[in-house]
């Protein structure tokens, strides 16, 4: 089945729920909570739910380009948060993963750590090649933009080429194909079973990779209207500029997703969905049953607050 989501346009929009795989599992997000479910060693599946903080909830959250930076956290805080549970179950044999809090200077430096990697591999790492290239080509400055972001560009695809050939990563990709493929099925109002959603695109407009994508190509535009500058000068706009440039990037990706339905957007989305098949697998049954279990899970944690509240 290649269907994209269904567009709600009579009714109220559809709610945008998220989610990441994780070690052999999937975390999956709402408005008001999120779960994680995970195949432990003993084939149980162990699932945690929490409620998100009420900033999901806020102005904050509503505001266009603010409402990108919560769309980092989520990347960083949520995603590292989910990780660190899996990782705890697959360790544990099978206990229920300890307490899935990530906190305090540890989990702090270790997002720090892992941003400073990401800039000086996807960012700074182009930005002094192309600038390398300037100097002994004597490019002109717009030219110069354009080998920035073809580097950049180049070592993405690259770095998901050659990390989606180990087995570990293998399956976590497959764990990726089961969240897209449920998030499908529910928003095509399909039943929410391994065999329904298997019918479903191993791509997702919305997913963290078009997210990435759409980062990189922005930035080529925005990087290219601050002129030439001195290497050092280059390097920090690009860190400093980063905030902007993913909120851009977070507002487009939703203006595609909420007008999927047209026939210009989904040109404009399909290298985004293109580029997913490096960081998708095709999920069995049991990955597929995880994946339902994390969404159910974080359905049931959303209804029991709302109830509350």
Known sequence: MNTLPRTNAAAEPLPFYGGQAVIEGVMMRGRRAMAIAVRAPDQRIIIHTQPLN???????????????LLGLWDALGLGW?????????AASNGADGGDAKFEGPLAWGTIALTVLFAVALFSVGPTAAAYWTETVLGLTFPAVALVEGSIQLAVLIGYLWAIGRMAEIRRVFGYHGAEHQTIHAFEAGAELTPASAARFPLEHP??????????AVLSIFLFALLGPLPLGARILSRFLLIPLVAALAFEYQRFT?????HPLVRALIAPSLALQRLTTRRPDEQMLEVAIAAFKAMQAQEAGIQTVG
């Open 54 to 68: 009420p900033i999901y909830r806020s102005a904050f959250s509503r505001t266009p380009f603010l409402r990108g």
């Open 81 to 89: 948060q989910s990780l660190n549970f899996s990782a705890n179950v």
């Open 206 to 215: 919305r997913c963290g990779t078009a997210f990435i994508l759409n980062v």
């Open 257 to 261: 997703a909420r007008h999927i339905g």
